[in-house]
């Protein structure tokens, strides 16, 4: 039996074949991984055009108060996540991150206030066990629908908005995280602006029997590009953003993982909605004293690239071991390798000289601030 014959298939599978994308599985699915103009020239196209990618493999969930109140799905949705829900306004997105009891993380997500229920997006390989959390969790309070009928695609690069335009004039009036109801090629169109590539840029989750015909009006524009998990990858590595099951998971904490930002200070101590949520007791102790590792962006020497599992010692012989590279790869933009890993504290300040090992060799490599490439989000 050909293995890719149990995979699932998005909605946007024969536009991809169409389109000559070369096709992997990933997360359960068979993905477009590149198409005919190859990972550096999708990479660099989005950093100066537009960029479509098909993301219909991630989950889309609502969440429904059953009292018919949203605020009570903020308050249930404030049980999972270290983030401030019942503030987010209506019409604005924020990102979030499952927590376990040992403050680890379960996934990162976004959550969308719609007004009358919130739009929660999680990664494809948890969003099954993301679902069945929540049912478990906020189930009583909530009404949970798990959206199999809907595609949802990435639009991003600096003519995003130009492009958007042509469908919907109002985009650019959107700033960055905001979430709106829109007809695009009369299709019933959720849009927010936001992405995971550093770029402007926009989400479209889009009725699944009407997504080819939008991302063919999408594509019909000379400045758009469809473009695959390669770029996608290099892409989200340059801006410093965590992939999970690489950079952040179970055994890693949103301190550790330097995501402190995704934790507003009304959850934190002393705050008017401080812990509640699983793990408060050691991520409440680490955003006050800090965590023994930290996520750190590193540059290596050179133009070999340091790969996810990699050592990090402080000696060119490996004896001293502080961490360990979580990503690592070619950054087009960059021109030159980059990475990410876990060091331990005496190691994060930018600057530290450190060695990856690399096929039997310790090579040189810099801790370094984080993005590698200035995002441009429209604020």
Same mark, same amino acid.
């Given at each position: 039996?050909?293995?890719?014959?149990?995979?699932?298939?998005?909605?946007?599978?024969?536009?991809?074949?169409?389109?000559?994308?070369?096709?992997?599985?990933?997360?359960?699915?068979?993905?477009?991984?590149?198409?005919?103009?190859?990972?550096?020239?999708?990479?660099?196209?989005?950093?100066?055009?537009?960029?479509?990618?098909?993301?219909?493999?991630?989950?889309?969930?609502?969440?429904?108060?059953?009292?018919?109140?949203?605020?009570?799905?903020?308050?249930?949705?404030?049980?999972?996540?270290?983030?401030?829900?019942?503030?987010?306004?209506?019409?604005?997105?924020?990102?979030?991150?499952?927590?376990?009891?040992?403050?680890?993380?379960?996934?990162?997500?976004?959550?969308?206030?719609?007004?009358?229920?919130?739009?929660?997006?999680?990664?494809? @390989?948890?969003?099954? !066990? &993301?679902?069945?959390? $929540?049912?478990?969790?906020?189930?009583? +309070? #909530?009404? /949970?629908?798990?959206? %199999?009928?809907?595609?949802?695609?990435?639009?991003?690069?600096?003519?995003?908005?130009?492009?958007? @335009?042509?469908?919907? !004039? &109002?985009?650019?009036? $959107?700033?960055?995280?905001?979430?709106? +109801? #829109?007809? /695009?090629?009369?299709? %019933?169109?959720?849009?927010?602006?936001?992405?995971?590539?550093?770029?402007?840029?926009?989400?479209?989750?889009?009725?699944?029997?009407?997504?080819?015909?939008?991302?063919?009006?999408?594509?019909?524009?000379?400045?758009?590009?469809?473009?695959?998990?390669?770029?996608?990858?290099?892409?989200?590595?340059?801006?410093?953003?965590?992939?999970?099951?690489?950079?952040?998971?179970?055994?890693?904490?949103?301190?550790?993982?330097?995501?402190?930002?995704?934790?507003?200070?009304?959850?934190?101590?002393?705050?008017?909605?401080?812990?509640?949520?699983?793990?408060?007791?050691?991520?409440?102790?680490?955003?006050?004293?800090?965590?023994?590792?930290?996520?750190?962006?590193?540059?290596?020497?050179?133009?070999?690239?340091?790969?996810?599992?990699?050592?990090?010692?402080?000696?060119?012989?490996?004896?001293?071991?502080?961490?360990?590279?979580?990503?690592?790869?070619?950054?087009?933009?960059?021109?030159?390798?980059?990475?990410?890993?876990?060091?331990?504290?005496?190691?994060?300040?930018?600057?530290?000289?450190?060695?990856?090992?690399?096929?039997?060799?310790?090579?040189?490599?810099?801790?370094?601030?984080?993005?590698?490439?200035?995002?441009?989000?429209?604020?």
């Amino acid at each position: 039996m050909d293995g890719t014959s149990e995979l699932k298939k998005t909605p946007l599978h024969a536009l991809n074949l169409s389109l000559g994308a070369r096709m992997v599985p990933f997360a359960g699915y068979e993905m477009p991984v590149q198409y005919a103009a190859g990972v550096m020239k999708e990479h660099l196209h989005t950093r100066t055009a537009a960029g479509l990618f098909d993301v219909s493999h991630m989950g889309q969930v609502t969440v429904r108060a059953r009292s018919g109140d949203n605020a009570d799905a903020a308050r249930a949705l404030e049980t999972l996540v270290p983030v401030d829900i019942v503030g987010l306004g209506e019409g604005r997105q924020r990102y979030a991150l499952f927590t376990n009891d040992e403050g680890g993380i379960l996934d990162d997500l976004m959550i969308a206030n719609r007004g009358d229920h919130f739009y929660v997006v999680v990664n494809a @390989a948890c969003k099954d !066990a &993301d679902f069945a959390h $929540m049912q478990a969790k906020i189930g009583e +309070a #909530c009404e /949970l629908t798990l959206h %199999d009928d809907r595609a949802l695609v990435a639009l991003q690069g600096p003519h995003a908005e130009a492009v958007l @335009a042509e469908l919907w !004039a &109002d985009v650019s009036s $959107m700033r960055f995280m905001d979430v709106r +109801a #829109c007809d /695009l090629h009369d299709a %019933d169109c959720i849009v927010s602006r936001s992405g995971y590539t550093g770029e402007d840029g926009f989400e479209i989750s889009i009725p699944a029997d009407l997504a080819e015909s939008v991302c063919r009006r999408l594509l019909d524009h000379p400045d758009v590009l469809p473009i695959g998990l390669g770029a996608r990858d290099s892409l989200r590595l340059e801006a410093g953003l965590c992939l999970y099951g690489n950079d952040i998971d179970t055994g890693t904490t949103p301190v550790e993982a330097g995501l402190e930002w995704a934790m507003q200070k009304v959850r934190r101590k002393g705050g008017e909605r401080e812990g509640g949520f699983p793990g408060a007791s050691v991520i409440l102790d680490q955003l006050e004293n800090g965590a023994g590792r930290r996520r750190v962006g590193l540059k290596p020497e050179g133009r070999a690239p340091v790969r996810a599992g990699a050592v990090l010692a402080t000696d060119p012989e490996g004896a001293d071991v502080v961490g360990t590279v979580t990503s690592g790869g070619f950054g087009p933009n960059v021109d030159g390798p980059v990475a990410m890993g876990y060091v331990t504290k005496s190691a994060i300040a930018p600057g530290t000289q450190l060695y990856a090992g690399v096929r039997g060799k310790f090579l040189p490599v810099t801790v370094s601030a984080m993005p590698f490439v200035k995002n441009t989000f429209k604020r």
